[in-house]
């Protein structure tokens, strides 16, 4: 208990004197702030949040505690429900969970990662028997037209290759990987034509707006199974093929819900939808996620079944049939296998397994060149740069391998895309220094041209926050890091065009705001750390009120930050050593002695019973979702978020 005291004592002590907005050299950025020119649209006016009545669910903890038999294990039960038509008990997800052999998935798992050469060559010699039997099954299924091709023609190549783009891309629509605003709503009068279109964006779309993606609590997995579930004959003629794999991909490849992917392929079948090549291929593309946790079961015996269903049912396999299995195989020497057997056959490899044959040479090298050397020469394809795809790996790579100069870096300023692989590359390179500054930095460059769509990266503002974190990780400046982690959500909502919407539950509670929700949620478990670490600080010293991450920038905060971004812009500014910014960061690393750690078991409970409030509120939704019906509930949920009408959706 005394060394906790003393830590505490000693953390109080400097942080009194360290706050952003209080010592001298803060002071003079606020001073200086004021004569700078500051946007007005990035002014508080736009950073205010719109409050939202609602009615607190008076379910008291007690009340959650007692109903705790029905939503045990509610995800497994939720899919029983769904699956209950088919009439057929023997199926996995009706049976009793059966204990998994932890211990012998461990030991295959240490072996399959193992980098020894040994290991390796022991995996290979493990795998390769039914790896030659899924191969040979692969090359027997392949049709004519993709075998024998000469690779020396380049014409009749990419003539193959843009055959095979044209007919995969058949079913695919031009959709946002991300989108942060409410779901779509459902089509009226509803076609077979959208209604695929709605179920398509709904999957191949992250909704972060009220996590809506989510499985465990966003409302798109209940319209999902409630529109495809065999008793709601509303959707019946709606159905087809291509929905139940948007539904694969949904629940298979994002989700991992292996089993109840396979399943749904009975659904589909009793429905009277036939499978296509698309279905095969998403059973495929779901079991790289197999081959890469700890697992008992061959993966390359469950690719075998799905390239023998395909067999029985004549399906006729393509060139992402070869693009996703490559992506099951975890073994160097049986990738070579795999490459070479496609040479011996003159089958050609599609763009999409180049980037990954790619990926996986740029692990073998640290010099950049060595991967444009690769491109030209191995891969022959001579015109990448103008290709984002390769252009960006190059970019990736020489950020990861960078030295501690850093200047190159900054002049790369192609697309979105670009900076997400440069910021990713710096974050795993251990020879730069200050990461987190020339991060924010060359973002700021990169966000002065119009145009820029951050929709599509918002992961750059995770790699800057946990930069951040990592960079301003001793305790005594977490004053410090709140401020810059609360300019990183403020830059992310105007730059994402969050909505800042707070809930009044009418008895005193408000929710956090949906835009800090939505970060928090990109950002991941290190923010919530850096909240857990500010609720203790504050509970535990007198006199130091910390703002939490989730409290909104006030008039003054957005000045100063502005003005932080503002000399960053300034053609001058290549020194970063004189950047108030640099400065401000530095001034959070204090090199001399060990960091100043919390008492990790405080911090732990903290974080605890941050997830059980969370666990709480999802079960109380759980509670009512039962007791009013998994269907009527969904129905309810969409008609008050303006998704459908009323009265039911008009067909």
Known sequence: MLSIKDTISRIGRVIRHSQILKDSENKAIVKNSSNSKVNPQSTTNSYSPKVIQSIYKNLQPDDVKKFKPLYQDFQRKTYREFLEPLDMPTLKTFSEKTEYDIRSAKQAWTKKTSKNPRAILEQYMEDRRMFEIMMSTLIDLTPSHLKDIDHNNPAVLNNVILQQDQIASEYKLQVPAHNFHEIPIMPSPLTRENFYEYIYQLTHTNYHYKNSSSLQSGIIPQILLYTHKLTTHEFKEYRSTHTYNCLIHYFGSLKNQSTFARELLLVMKNDGHAYNVDTINSMIKMLSTHANIRG????????????????????????????????????????????????????????????????????????????????????????????????????????????????????????????????????????????????????????????????????????????????????????????????????????????????????????????????????????????????????????????????????????????????????????????????????????????????????????????????????????????????????????????????????
Not at 578 to 587: A, G, N, P, Q
Request: hydrophobic share 35%.
């Open 296 to 651: 008992n079961t061959s993966t390359f015996g469950l690719v075998l079944k799905y390239l023998q269903l395909s067999a029985r049912l004549n399906i006729e396999i393509n060139l992402g049939t070869y693009s996703y299995i490559y992506s099951t195989i975890k073994n160097i020497h049986l990738k070579e296998n795999f490459l070479k057997k496609m040479q011996d056959h003159g089958i050609p490899i599609p763009k999409s397994m180049m980037v990954k044959v790619l990926d996986d040479f740029a692990k073998t090298t640290t010099d950049y060149h060595e991967v444009i050397n690769f491109i030209e020469k191995d891969l022959g394809y001579e015109t990448w740069a103008i290709d984002s795809k390769f252009s960006n790996k190059v970019i990736y790579s020489q950020a990861l391998h960078a030295n501690a100069n850093d200047a190159e870096l900054e002049k790369f300023n192609i697309d979105e895309y670009t900076l997400l692989n440069l910021f990713s590359g710096i974050q795993r390179n251990v020879e730069l220094q200050d990461k987190a500054f020339s991060m924010i930095r060359i973002y700021v460059e990169f966000s002065k041209e119009s145009g820029r769509d951050f929709t599509k990266i918002p992961r750059i503002f995770q790699l800057i926050s946990r930069q951040l974190i990592t960079d301003l990780k001793d305790v005594r400046k977490i004053e410090t890091l709140s401020y810059l982690l609360r300019c990183i959500i403020y830059e992310a909502t105007q730059k994402l065009n969050l909505p800042i919407e707070v809930i009044d539950y009418g008895n005193g509670k408000r929710s956090l705001p949906e835009n800090y929700k939505i970060v928090s949620r990109i950002v991941g478990r290190a923010l919530q750390e850096v909240d857990a670490k500010i609720t203790y600080v504050n509970e535990n010293l007198k006199d130091v009120s910390i703002k939490p991450t989730s409290v909104l920038l006030d008039d003054q905060e957005i000045e100063i930050w502005n003005h932080l971004k503002l000399e960053l812009e300034q053609p001058n500014s290549n020194k970063k050593e004189d950047l108030l910014l640099f400065k401000v960061i530095r001034s959070g690393q204090l090199p001399n002695g060990a960091a100043v750690e919390l008492p990790h078991e405080s911090i732990q409970q903290i974080l605890s019973h941050t997830a059980a409030k969370i666990s709480a509120h999802r079960n109380r939704e759980r509670i009512l979702r039962i007791d009013e019906g998994s269907d009527e509930y969904t129905k309810r949920q969409m008609v008050e978020r303006g998704l459908m009408k009323n009265s039911g959706q008009s067909t």
